[in-house]
């Protein structure tokens, strides 16, 4: 028998309404929140550790859970395109490496490099990225799923899956229900996404604020005008030649609906619950999603390429070094290499930016210290590196599936 609360509109709207605009409430709710009230504020940003903490927490069970799903209830003689999904990854983070050069060339920016000390580890060259990577997809299950070691979780999960193919309808079906299971919690979680955006919100802005940021105004706004081209122009041409029509209705609603989100959460593994529920509402094809949105979170890096490749040559200009046409384009590739292994170094795309410094003589020293740049306006840009890089994931996935069923 239901009661007259769960007729009433509040409660229609919490239970049914778009999470799309229950977030846009939690944000401008946060905002407001923290400008009036900042000491109150910097309590609710419990609302968003524990919301981001939940999405950590399941999104390692769900990829390995519906991965291995997926592939050992795979149709015998259906493809999957995962080829096409990760050759638009890869094309997608070279083309927006490229594009932060053409920018930084034609809009050149200098930064103040000060003497920081930070207890990092970067790695000394390319070979220490790829290393890692291969290190990471041997790591044994337990440890991959615990330490979210996504591409140990991704190695396990197809090899256990390709091993059941042969299993029993039954053993299959365990599978698919546990798929469905682990995708209910990831369901209920999602739909703390307002309070969690709240809270996220007023905290951030009623702890750190946004004054420090002027001072690196004019880096932001080339970094952030990179990510944006990517997003509204490079990225619909890329999708505009898989399905040839309009992409924009695709580019937004990825946007909307996983960029918002990740932009606050400021990761793209704790995105993954979210690209994968709205590839399943998108009514893509399960078995392309549930492997290349985990993969994209790990190797679909437009935004870090940008932010290695404007930082770089923000110091290269501060420095006096003269660049030509053949190192820039190396620049772009060893910036998207590098940005494909930034899930698997520890401070993502920040500390990959030795690598790409390297190339121009840089000491380790100097390049730490536009490493230390990076963390001052990390706010604007580690947010927005997100939020593209993990609207991409869905953006691409979207594109490959709609290409294959038109070419079915």
């Known amino acids: 028998m239901s009661t007259s609360a769960d007729h009433g ?26 400008f009036f009230l900042p000491e109150a504020a910097k309590s609710v940003a419990l609302l968003g550790d524990l919301f981001v903490k939940a999405l950590k927490s399941v999104a390692p069970v769900l990829v390995f859970i519906l991965v291995l799903s997926s592939i050992a209830n795979h149709r015998q003689g259906s493809k999957s395109n995962m080829g096409r999904v990760v050759a638009l990854y890869l094309v997608g983070t070279f083309l927006a ?7 930084s060339f034609i809009f ?20 220490d990225v790829l290393l890692t990577v291969l290190l990471n997809i041997v790591d044994n299950p337990v440890g991959a799923i615990l330490n979210a070691n996504y591409m140990g979780i991704l190695a396990w999960a197809i090899a256990l899956g390709i091993a ?42 009623a702890t750190t604020g946004f004054s420090v940021l002027w001072d690196y105004a004019r880096l932001l706004a080339i ?17 505009w030649t898989q399905i040839r029509r309009n992409p924009y209705p695709l580019v937004f609603t990825c946007l909307k609906e996983s960029g918002v989100t990740a932009f606050f959460t400021r990761s ?39 932010t290695i490749t404007v930082l770089t040559l923000a110091a290269v200009n501060t420095l006096g070094i003269s660049v030509d046409i ?31 410094a390297s190339l121009f003589g840089m000491s380790n020293d100097v390049a730490m210290q536009i490493v230390g740049v990076g963390f001052i306006i990390g706010v604007l840009q580690d947010s927005a590196e ?22 079915a």
């Open 223 to 239: 970094l952030l005008g990179c990510m944006l081209v990517v997003a509204l122009v490079v990225n619909p041409l890329i999708v």
């Open 9 to 34: 509109p509040l409660m229609r709207y919490i239970k049914h309404g778009s999470l799309v605009s229950q977030i846009a409430l939690g944000l401008v709710a946060g905002v407001v929140f923290a």
């Open 386 to 407: 997100t939020a593209l890089n993990s609207s991409t994931d869905v953006l691409f996935t979207a594109a490959a599936s709609m290409h294959q069923d038109q070419h």
């Open 97 to 103: 490496a490229l594009l932060a050069v053409v920018v």
């Open 164 to 205: 059941l193919r042969n299993a029993s309808d039954s053993t299959k079906e365990v599978a698919r229900h546990l798929s469905d299971a682990v995708s209910f919690v990831v369901r209920l979680v999602i739909r703390f996404a307002p309070l969690g955006i709240f809270g996220l919100v007023a905290g951030t802005i």
């Open 268 to 306: 793209s593994a704790a995105n993954i619950p979210v690209n994968m529920n709205l590839s399943k509402k998108l009514g893509l094809n399960e078995d392309i999603y549930s492997v290349s949105i985990p993969l994209g979170a790990t190797i679909n890096m437009g935004g870090a390429a940008i």
């Open 326 to 356: 053949g190192t820039a384009l190396l620049l772009s590739v060893v910036a998207a290499i590098a940005a494909c292994g930034a899930s698997g170094v520890a401070g993502g795309s920040l500390l990959l930016i030795p690598l790409a």
């Open 108 to 127: 050149p920016v200098s930064i103040q490099l000060q003497t920081t000390t930070e207890s990092l580890n970067p790695p000394d060259n390319i070979g």
